[in-house]
Antibody
């Protein structure tokens, strides 16, 4: 059974970088059949896919157009985890952030992290 | 980009009744990569249905999905108190790789 455990700060100042990590158990971040995503949820934007990373003989990333200029998702094979970095955050980036596993749909989710952007 | 519109906004029913939730797409979804999720307060979404009508692991058979083209439905055949939640539809298309969620339907059990 695949499980995802999120970690990272719940408060980020405007213009700074939001950083979260998702540790994977029961699967490998570098599996040739898996994909690992970040999704956020806010009252104003609902559920919003942000991006994903996956390995198919080399690493690939897909990012949502809405955050493409500010987002980086990186795998860490040594710790079997992946991370989210979102630069230049504003209060509109305040949301619950989830990591998730899956391809066209997401059967596996982390517990969620409420990230508030405020000075 | 395809927009998913869910209706009704809220559904209030009694235990044992049948719930019918609608998800309408702004354009036809031809690849059948549409799923449904259940989310309870303070929890992450839980996948119920994938590829329109396949139940995810461990999902009771009172949950079923159907539809094609632009109109999709999640049916809960006999409501139980623990089915009180918000339900979301979601689709995927590639290229370009896109994942889109509906705005949700809240199911209340009387």
């Amino acid at each position: 059974q695949v499980q995802l455990q999120q970690s990272g700060p719940g408060l980020v100042k405007p213009s700074q970088t939001l950083s979260l990590t998702c540790a994977i158990s029961g699967d490998s971040v570098s599996s040739n059949s898996a994909a690992w995503s970040w999704i956020r949820q806010s009252p104003s934007r609902g559920l919003e896919f942000l991006g994903r990373t996956y390995y198919r003989s080399k690493w690939y990333n897909d990012y949502a157009l809405s955050v493409k200029s500010r987002i980086t998702i990186n795998p860490d094979t040594s710790k079997n985890q992946f991370s989210l970095q979102l630069n230049s955050v504003t209060p509109e980036d305040t949301a619950v952030y989830y990591c998730a596993g899956g391809h066209s749909t997401f059967p596996t989710w982390g517990q969620g992290t409420l990230v508030t952007v405020s000075s | 980009e395809i927009v998913l519109m869910q209706s009704p906004g809220t559904l209030s029913l009694s235990p044992g009744e049948r719930a019918t939730l609608s998800c309408r797409a702004s354009q036809s979804i031809s690849n059948n990569l549409l799923g449904w999720y259940q989310q309870k307060p303070g929890q992450a979404p839980r996948l119920l249905i994938y590829e329109v009508s396949s139940r995810a692991t461990g999902i009771p058979d009172r949950f079923s999905g159907s539809g094609s083209g632009t109109d999709f439905t999640l049916t809960i055949s006999r409501l139980e108190p623990e089915d009180s939640a918000v339900y979301y539809c979601q689709y995927h298309v590639n290229p370009p790789p896109t994942w889109t969620f509906g705005q949700g339907t809240k199911v209340e059990i009387k």
